[in-house]
């Protein structure tokens, strides 16, 4: 989200883009309970349970999981690394949906690196990530759309 951000301000890509890639970016993020099945961590009936009791409560899957007994703040953790692993990088949907050039992903990508690990808070995103930012995101897609 932040390099995002980085690349909205820089004008990169326009607030629309932004939308787009990041929509585009959480269809591809598979859920935990498909997770936990899939790691044998919980069976489908558990999955539905869940499921039903977060319906109601609206509570995070996770948490309800933790308080029924039948998963651990460990199992949670993995199951959350293992869903970042497997969604796709928002560089790439932006590169995927055409907002930018390989090319230039990679350098700015590159630029965005370098600044954060100097620790250049003004460059590295730090500064992007700011309600302004989101809602003139947002606002350019509303008039665009």
Do not use: C, W
Request: hydrophobic share 40%.
């Amino acid at each position: 989200m932040h390099f995002g951000l980085y690349l909205l301000r820089k004008e990169y890509i326009t607030g629309p883009q932004f939308i787009q890639a990041v929509s585009r970016q959480l269809e591809t993020r598979p859920q935990i309970g498909s997770l936990a099945i899939e790691t044998r961590r919980l069976t489908m009936r558990d999955v539905l349970r869940l499921l039903s009791l977060q319906s109601v409560s609206n509570e995070p899957f996770g948490q309800l999981a933790i308080q029924l007994g039948i998963l651990t703040e460990v199992d949670i953790h993995d199951l959350l690394s293992l869903q970042i692993e497997r969604t796709t990088p928002l560089a790439q949907v932006l590169v995927d949906i055409g907002a930018i050039e390989p090319y230039q992903m990679q350098t700015e990508l590159q630029q965005f690196r370098t600044a954060m690990s100097a620790g250049n808070s003004s460059e590295s995103g730090a500064d992007y990530l700011d309600i302004e930012a989101i809602e003139a995101a947002f606002a350019t897609y509303e008039v665009t759309a």
